[in-house]
């Protein structure tokens, strides 16, 4: 039932979640308004029938938005775990490479608790700018140097990690973020659907029923995923419930632009 590769795939996600958990620096944040929502309806069109798993096809997301100049990536993830614990985590991403600036923002909660009240990191002329907390106990700090914000910004698609490409199917087209896209969908039957409970059972699958399992991906012309979408729900076989979701979006390709945070003179004092 397991291939060699499910405990590596494991680990991609558990490690993922930990690094937005302890804010590497990376916060996600733009307004997405004019974002199409993707779902089933609305936009959508020509479902037709399923293709072969071969058209799905990424291509080199580094080089595609360096060559776009400017992007904005946002993530989330929600779940409840064995022990009943919820887990909130979001990341959101402005980042203008042409400029060299960009912005981040993460924040997390464990039982609706805010977790140290958030990071906040903007890159300007080569300096970080950090401000950790919210208000009167904020901390600020600053040092030459950036992370690699495209690096990082692309880590937080799972669309690779998942390494599930030969199961995805082809679902139809429609809009997203005002571009055309093919929407791909992961079959119940697949490695994933194990990958989310072994997950969600830490580390222990055979204790674990999974009761819905869904993920989908979109792709748009140039081969970039544009939105990642991935939910699972479950019982433990002592009848816990547990469950998770998560969500990934890639908007304003071309087209973000970053601005100054209020408290950056604060961050430079």
Do not use: K
Not at 7 to 30: K, R, Y
Not at 78 to 101: C, I, K, M, P, S
Not at 137 to 152: N, P, Q, R
């Amino acid at each position: 039932m397991y291939s060699n590769r499910i405990p590596v795939l494991i680990i991609a996600v558990l490690v993922l979640l930990a690094g937005c958990a302890g804010g590497a620096g990376v916060a996600p944040a733009a307004d997405t308004d004019d974002t199409d929502a993707p779902t089933d309806g609305g936009d959508s069109a020509d479902t037709g029938e399923s293709t072969d798993a071969d058209d799905f096809e990424l291509s080199d997301p580094e080089r595609l938005l360096r060559d776009a100049g400017s992007f904005t990536v946002s993530w989330s993830y929600t779940g409840v775990d064995a022990n009943g614990v919820e887990t909130q985590v979001t990341r959101e991403f402005y980042a203008d490479l042409e400029a060299e600036q960009s912005y981040s923002r993460t924040t997390s909660t464990t039982d609706g608790q805010s977790d140290a009240g958030g990071v906040e990191q903007y890159v300007a002329d080569g300096v970080t700018y950090v401000r950790i907390g919210d208000g009167d106990e904020a901390t600020y700090t600053s040092y030459e140097g950036s992370m690699e914000v495209l690096a990082t910004a692309i880590a937080l698609s799972q669309a690779r990690a998942y390494g599930a490409d030969d199961d995805l199917t082809f679902a139809g087209t429609e809009t997203f973020d005002g571009v055309s896209v093919e929407r791909y969908e992961l079959s119940t039957a697949s490695e994933a659907l194990i990958l989310a409970g072994s997950a969600a059972a830490q580390g222990e699958p055979g204790n674990l029923e999974v009761t819905n399992f869904e993920y989908a991906v979109l792709v748009d012309e140039d081969g970039l995923s544009r939105h990642e979408s991935w939910s699972f729900s479950g019982r433990m076989d002592d009848g816990t419930e547990v469950s998770g979701s998560w969500e990934y979006s890639l908007t304003g390709v071309g087209s973000t632009t970053v601005d100054e945070p209020a408290w950056l003179d604060e961050a430079r004092a």
